[in-house]
């Protein structure tokens, strides 16, 4: 009994909803009233409720699997894609990108180019200073050769200077000795008409040896005649021994040029 009351309170509701015009409207006056493709978004893509099924399935009528008719969405006229304009973007964008690319091409070849010209002027600067190394290198070699021609040049004239020198010596002597020899001669001649050697040295002895006077001399008179006496001695042995080296010395280079003398003749 309640039920059946509150169908029909239900019942009234609705139909003072429809005198007020506050009912929703059905989703076929939606489909009718123009909605069209906006109705099948406000459902999210579900078909309407004129496309599905009016009669569920009895036990008596055969089973029917539920087949929906897809409509793709469409676009609306005030968001319609510009496929013109997407591809023009699409277009800049490869185009921007291939220039970057250019750019950055452009730029890493100023780049192996600089590189490639700092290269070669340093090759060029090592070049020329290796030139410049040769040169004076060079030079220094020239000079170290011009120093040693004039040296050996220098040495030569020295070499040929002794040279002559030794040889005028050589006829000096060999002059001397014939004039020496000469003089012997005319010695031997007049010996009796100068005095010998011995009796020279007697001679000059006499001279030199005096008697000594020393009686009368007292101790320190004594004692300086003894120091004179001494250093007369000295002096005379000195002098004996300069006489004797010399002696010898004119010994030597008489057999000397003898001897050349001799050579001489053979030849």
Not at 65 to 94: C, Q, S
């Amino acid at each position: 009994m309640k039920t059946g009351q509150g169908l029909r309170h239900g019942e009234k509701g609705e139909k003072q909803r429809e005198k007020r015009g506050t009912l929703p409207r059905p989703p076929q006056a939606l489909i009718a009233g123009g909605c069209g493709a906006q109705a099948e978004q406000c459902m999210g893509g579900r078909p309407a409720p004129s496309q599905l099924p009016t009669e569920l399935p009895t036990s008596h009528s055969p089973f029917r699997p539920f087949m929906p008719n897809l409509v793709p969405p469409k676009i609306p006229d005030g968001e319609r894609l510009d496929f013109d304009d997407i591809h023009r973007k699409r277009m800049e964008k490869d185009l921007n990108e291939l220039q970057a690319l250019i750019e950055a091409h452009f730029e890493s070849r100023k780049k192996e180019e600089e590189e490639l010209i700092s290269l070669k002027d340093r090759i060029e600067q090592r070049r020329a200073e290796r030139a410049e190394q040769q040169r004076i290198r060079s030079e220094r070699e020239k000079e170290r050769q011009a120093r040693m021609a004039e040296e050996r040049a220098r040495k030569e004239e020295e070499e040929a200077r002794k040279k002559a020198e030794e040889e005028a010596r050589k006829k000096k002597a060999f002059s001397n000795m014939l004039h020496f020899g000469g003089y012997m001669q005319k010695s031997e001649k007049k010996g009796g008409k100068k005095q010998t050697e011995r009796e020279k040295k007697k001679k000059i002895l006499s001279e030199r040896r005096k008697p000594l006077n020393i009686d009368h001399l007292s101790e320190d008179k004594l004692r300086d005649k003894a120091k004179e006496l001494w250093q007369t001695i000295r002096d005379l042995e000195a002098e004996k021994f300069d006489l004797q080296e010399k002696f010898k010395r004119q010994k030597y280079e008489i057999n000397v040029l003898r001897n050349r003398v001799s050579d001489h003749q053979k030849v």
